[in-house]
């Protein structure tokens, strides 16, 4: 049977749309952002049947949730929000970039539900793994902010599958949150075997590539992508004639790139999480879900972006790891 973009997705305990929403980009990261304009985009996402939204208490150090609390107010029980810790706000005076300690993440979701002004996180996530923090000792203290009704259900971001699979064994993990895309596939080696394995929901961040498989590059200095290997120009240019066979099929289908692209994900059985701050690009995204790919075109389109192809590292050298994906 196929699925349609209002078809339901389940999330461990919770459901949720077939896309979710990316918040990041809303907060200064790739230029600078309108928040009026925010704000229209992000109830234009409600009105298509939107209702799962993604952000951190990291992104725009704490005002993406400010934003987000302003645009849920009023429709809140109707949505599922995600947040994230454990990228220290203030990683300059702490002398610790991550932190999964039990201690830092009672501080941190204290500090999430009053920049969201709600009373309860549906999915809370370990943004990144602490190295010195066992993830059993993290994932245990997850559990009892559940059983205290600050949050709703467990996640992890960008983990490998064998501290996946640690962290299941203490408590069901209700989604892991990883970067894929066309030219990320790295995951589909272990990462996300294991997650379909343990029954964990797989969310898609970035599944856009940060907007180079849609087309767009960076034009404001005060992009982050900017610092990125995979947005310098030899990179760019070598990646151009990869993402060239997606504007082909897109073409050929009548579409545009960045609806391919988004089929693929999709077409993998997970929740991507598309960000924008236009509403015209927010319509063109959802519009993806009610795309099948015919087989031929997955296999054009996986060909040109086979695993590991893409040139130029994820993040900026200094970036925090991310165990089992480094350096891609």
Known sequence: MSTTSTDPVPLGPLSVSRQGFGCMGLSHTYGKADEA??????????????????????????????LLAKAIRGRRDRLVIASKFG????????????????????????????????????????HRLDPLTPIEETVGELVRLKEQGKIGAVGLSEVDAGVLRRAHAVHPIAALQSEYSLWTRE????????????????????????GFLAGAEPVEASDR??????????????NSQRRAVAVDVAERLG??????????????????????????????????????????????????????????ARYPAGSPPVPGLQPA
């Open 187 to 210: 995951v589909e080696a272990d990462i996300l075997p294991a997650a379909r394995e343990l029954g964990i929901g797989f969310v898609a961040y970035s599944p856009l590539g940060r």
């Open 37 to 66: 304009e925010s704000l229209a985009t992000l109830d234009r996402a409600v009105e298509l049947g939107i209702n799962f939204f993604d952000t951190a208490d990291v992104y725009g150090l704490g005002h993406n949730e400010e």
């Open 87 to 126: 990228n220290r706000l203030d990683r300059e005076t702490s002398g610790r970039a991550l932190d999964g300690r039990p201690e830092y993440m009672r501080q941190a979701v204290d500090a999430s539900l009053r920049r969201l002004e709600v009373e309860h996180i549906d999915l809370y996530y370990l």
């Open 255 to 312: 579409v545009t790139v960045a609806q391919i692209s988004l089929a693929w994900v999709l077409s993998k059985g997970v929740v991507p999480i598309p960000g924008t701050r236009h509403i015209a690009h927010l319509e063109a995204n959802w519009a993806a879900g009610d795309l099948i790919l015919d087989p031929a075109s997955v296999a054009e389109l996986e060909a040109a972006f086979t695993p590991g192809s893409t040139v130029g």
């Open 225 to 238: 992508r900017n610092l990125h290997p995979r947005f310098q120009a030899d990179a760019i240019a070598a």
